[in-house]
Structure formats: C-alpha cells, structure tokens
C-alpha cells in the first residue's frame, strides 16, 4: 500500500496563459471540477491517506481552496522561490512515506478497469525500484502534439528519447519514488530529470503503460481538446 502522495501545485502555469493570470493552474476547471480536485478524488480510490501539496504562486487561493476537502489529510510545503519539481519534492520528504506518488496538478485520466494508482502500486517493487513512471502510448494522448519522452520495452526498461526520434510515449505526470531516489540530491531548485537519468542507468527506473485515456490539459487547446472529448464520453455536458 502507497498510502502518501505529493501533488506539484507549485507553478506559474505560464503556458496555460491568459487564463492563470488570474487562476492558478491546479483550480482551472475540467469537467466541471478545478483539475486539483480530480486528483485528489484518484488519490482516495486508491487509498492515499494523506498528500502534500507545494505552493508558490496564488498560494493563498489555493490554501482556501483546499481547506474544503476533508476525506483526505492535506498538508502544504510553501515555497517562497519555486525549487523545481526535484528540489519541491525533496524539500517536502520528512512529510512522506518510504515510498510514495508524486503527480502533477494538472494531469487528468480515465481508468482502464483497474484503477491506475492500484495498477502503479501493485507494480511497485521497493527491492528493485526507486522509481517507477506511468507513461501514455504519444498517439493516442489527448490534446498533445510532442514528440514524446521514452521508449519502454515489453519489461517496463526505459531509454531516453534520442535526438530528433519521435518516442512512443510520454510521461503521464504520475510516478511512484523511493526516499532512495533522492540520495545525494542537490540542495535548492533542481528537475527530476537528472535523478531519473541516473536511475536509468542504475536500472532502478521502469515504467507501466497507461491503460485507459489520458488528458494533456497543460495548454488552452488541450483544455478544449481534453473538455470536448470528455463531453463525447458523457462525463460532462
């Protein structure tokens, strides 16, 4: 059981201007809900107890807003300067468990018939892992149009997009990591990046491949993407 998460809450959503000019990114609305509230609505299915959120920019509308939810423990780590995603995690570690999710705020996701934070946790393996990603096939994510991330084997083995490939898939904004992950972590702001590139040549980083549909929602167009097909599913009108 993964029983504590890490939501990063954190950014500017600079890329989903002009509308976090006045909203920060996680209380955007899709679907009728503010995208914070689908996560935290996926953390409970599976169990979470409690989850920390970082905050910088808006924190005090986040911080209201999410003293409204009372099915999970909630519990902040203010950043005065951002730290990255790999610094605002390490920052929020005496808060965590042994092993625990870290999802972006922004990410949105329809379950296959296995929820897929059960399907993460049941593919955990703290004796081999320090962390394990969730990754989206790149043709069939919805409202995204990169050139992907990683190639995954049939083992869950990962490698590095090469320079100028197009990669089968992308990081779906979900991961489970160990506490080991961050050992010998720099101090201050820095990218999980480099970890993960150091636990792939450890052979301690795999991946599981999402088996449902999956919402890029960083930008205006996906919102509209992602929103159009979720009415098409029914989910909202």
């Not at 892992?129 to 990754?135: E, G, N, P, R, S």
């Not at 992950?181 to 150091?198: E, T």
């Not at 636990?199 to 980083?205: D, K, N, S, V, Y």
């Amino acid at each position: 059981m993964i029983d504590s998460a890490m939501i990063l809450a954190a950014g500017f959503g600079t890329r989903m201007r002009p509308i976090t000019d006045h909203t920060p990114k996680p209380l955007i609305p899709l679907a009728g809900r503010p995208l914070i509230d689908h996560v935290l609505d996926r953390l409970v299915e599976a169990g979470v107890k409690r989850v920390v959120v970082n905050t910088h920019y808006k924190a005090e509308m986040m911080a209201a807003h999410l003293r409204n939810r009372h099915d999970i423990a909630i519990e902040l780590s203010h950043e005065p300067a951002l730290l990255d995603t790999g610094g605002g995690v390490k920052q929020a570690l005496p808060l965590l468990g042994e092993a625990f999710f870290v999802l972006n705020s922004d990410v949105f996701w329809l379950n296959a018939k296995v929820p897929t934070l059960t399907r993460l946790a049941r593919a955990w393996d703290a004796s081999r892992l320090d962390a394990l990603l969730l990754v989206q096939r790149t043709v069939t994510a919805v409202g995204y149009e990169g050139p992907g991330d990683f190639v995954v084997d049939p083992l869950g083995h990962v490698r590095r997009r090469a320079e100028r490939e197009v990669a089968p898939h992308l990081y779906a904004g979900i991961e489970i990591l160990s506490r080991r992950f961050f050992d010998g972590a720099p101090s201050g702001a820095f990218s999980l990046n480099p970890l993960w590139n150091k636990a792939i040549e450890a052979g301690r980083l795999e991946a599981l491949i999402h088996d449902g549909e999956w919402f890029h929602v960083g930008t205006p167009q996906g919102l509209a993407a992602s929103e159009e097909l979720l009415r098409h599913h029914g989910i909202w009108r």
